[in-house]
């Protein structure tokens, strides 16, 4: 796993040169733009609500009442680390929903803007077809909807363990790494889709390479702690999801469809 890792971050650093080479910018801008933009509106709100949620649910339980009359400074520690890690599981849990509608919504640019990496990696073109762009949209769409369900279900069970002390304390953690492997299955797929894998071979062979997909999906977040990598971090997504199949395919390691 560590190989693929190692292979999906270089894929972020050969995307950032392809880019530059290609002049590709406007498909990086555009909807990097319009995602940077949602996500500080949506995340502000979100922030908010969960503040709001959690400020609720201890008055609710009397918990806030009971620690007011222990007094205890160990206690009071520890429902505010609860409370802090209960609300960055929120709002980790937020981000994915609001990254999943994106990635829906996108699903055409970021169809043709895979397909055009590859394209150009490759020497060929593949014409343009709107009965396959509308394929690609309906996978794109119906992978990104598929990880949401599975992810969203994960969430939730880390959120219920997220509440125990010390145990808890690790969920975040728990959170990203599935948020980062969902994320970058989604990416992967568009170049899964044109390699003739049918839905269910790609869901296997990424299953089966975890690190390609985790690796992707750990620089998308990390990208997304600036303005700047906010605004690059989508296209760049897919483009480094692009070279990083390629890369697997020159190693002979995606097996040929039957």
């Known amino acids: 796993m560590l190989k693929e890792i190692i292979i999906a971050f270089k894929g972020y650093y050969k995307a950032h040169q392809f880019i530059i080479q290609h002049k590709l910018w406007i498909w990086i801008l555009i909807p990097g733009i319009i995602y940077t933009a949602l996500f500080l509106v949506s995340m502000n709100f979100f922030g ?3 503040n709001s949620f959690i400020e609720w649910l201890s008055l609710r339980t009397g918990l806030k009442s009971w620690l007011d009359k222990v007094d205890s ?3 009071g520690f520890l429902f505010t680390l609860g409370s802090l890690i209960l609300w960055l599981v929120m709002m980790l849990f937020y981000f994915a929903l609001f990254k999943y509608i994106f990635l829906i919504i996108g699903s055409p640019i970021f169809a043709f803007l895979s397909e055009k990496t590859e394209a150009i990696l490759m020497g060929k073109e593949y014409p343009f ?3 396959q762009l509308a394929t690609d949209i309906y996978r794109g769409t119906w992978i990104a909807a598929r990880n949401a369900v599975w992810q969203s279900v994960y969430l939730l069970c880390i959120l219920i363990v997220s509440i125990i002390p010390v145990i808890g304390w690790l969920t975040p953690v728990m959170v990203v790494l599935i948020e980062c492997y969902y ?3 989604s990416m992967l797929d568009y170049s899964m889709e044109r390699n003739n894998k049918t839905k269910s071979e790609s869901i296997a062979f990424i299953g089966q390479n975890k690190g390609l997909a985790i690796g992707n999906g750990i620089v ?3 990208l997304n702690l600036t303005i700047i990598g906010c605004i690059i971090a989508p296209a760049y997504a897919i483009v ?4 990083s199949i390629v890369e697997v395919k020159k190693q002979n390691t995606i097996p040929k469809s039957n």
């Not at 480094?240 to 070279?243: E, F, M």
């Open 220 to 222: 998308f977040y990390l």
């Open 129 to 131: 077809s709107f009965i």
């Open 73 to 75: 400074g160990f206690l």
């Open 48 to 50: 908010s609500t969960c």
């Open 240 to 243: 480094a999801a692009t070279l």
């Open 183 to 185: 994320f970058g299955f």
